[in-house]
């Protein structure tokens, strides 16, 4: 019972930040078109450059392979304002006086951006519409694109939350987000395997292909909901997250 209240607490709190977060997308320009560029950079991607027709075959799998890549700008275009326009504003000062911690606030505004982005996902169904009156696809196997898609698009916006948080400028946060979400695309993928190859020893190799976005990505992809990979994006959300709140702990102590 002891329990009870603080976790409750909790939750409230968490809730109203995300709640004010969520609303302050909607009440500016900012969302309507982060969410038309992201159905027509979708659409592109899959129909066009994905050769969707061309391929002769009733699946998502154009749709989804560009995922990775399409969240690589856009995620950190959406995680820059997180932290960095509250401190050039000065409202962190505010918004942490409030009756929440750090922490909370945190989660509450990257669950708020996660479930923009979620929303943003969820527009895509016509996609999904259009493949189902054009074929017989396993929509189980597009449910777990959709789902890998959106757990990826998590831990994109917890590094980029981080990232927001360690300067004021905007365009400075951005950058930094790329260059880091970039690392973890890249990790895994043959290019950078064979700079580590000659000399390093398999568990290091192991260790860096497993930190790969796009190869945990791919197997959820693919209709494998393989325990591990789920359990991989979750605890980078996590460690993200925990990173977001000490330097955020450091810069009030400063």
């Excluded at 000062?93 to 909370?104: G, I, K």
């Excluded at 695309?185 to 043959?190: K, V, Y």
Aim: hydrophobic share 55%; charged share 10%.
């Amino acid at each position: 019972m002891n329990n009870a209240v603080p976790v409750n607490s909790t939750t409230r709190a968490v809730g109203s930040v995300m709640r004010r977060e969520l609303s302050g997308y909607f009440a500016t320009p900012v969302a309507w078109v982060f969410i038309v560029i992201f159905l027509v950079m979708a659409g592109v991607f899959t129909f066009y450059i994905g050769s969707f027709y061309e391929r002769g075959i009733a699946d998502l799998a154009p749709y989804f392979q560009f995922h990775p890549w399409l969240y690589l700008f856009l995620v950190p275009a959406i995680a820059m304002r997180l932290w960095a326009e509250e401190r050039r504003s000065g409202t962190v000062e505010l918004l942490l006086t409030l009756p929440v911690t750090t922490w909370q606030a945190v989660v509450g505004k990257f669950l708020a951006a996660w479930l923009f982005i979620g929303i943003a996902l969820g527009l895509t169904f016509p996609i999904w519409l259009t493949v189902n009156y054009l074929g017989e696809p396993d929509n189980g196997v597009i449910l777990a694109g959709y789902i890998g898609s959106w757990l990826m698009a998590g831990g994109f916006l917890a590094i980029g939350s981080c990232m927001s948080a360690v300067t004021r400028n905007q365009v400075v946060a951005f950058i930094l987000s790329v260059v880091v979400c970039f690392g973890f695309l890249l990790s895994g993928l043959p290019m950078v395997m064979n700079l580590f190859s000659g000399w390093a020893p398999q568990v290091l190799l192991d260790l860096i292909a497993d930190f790969s976005f796009i190869s945990r990505f791919g197997s959820i992809s693919k209709g494998v909901l393989d325990l591990r990979d789920l359990t991989y994006f979750a605890l980078v959300i996590v460690f993200w997250l925990i990173a977001n709140t000490v330097v955020l702990d450091l810069r009030k102590a400063d």
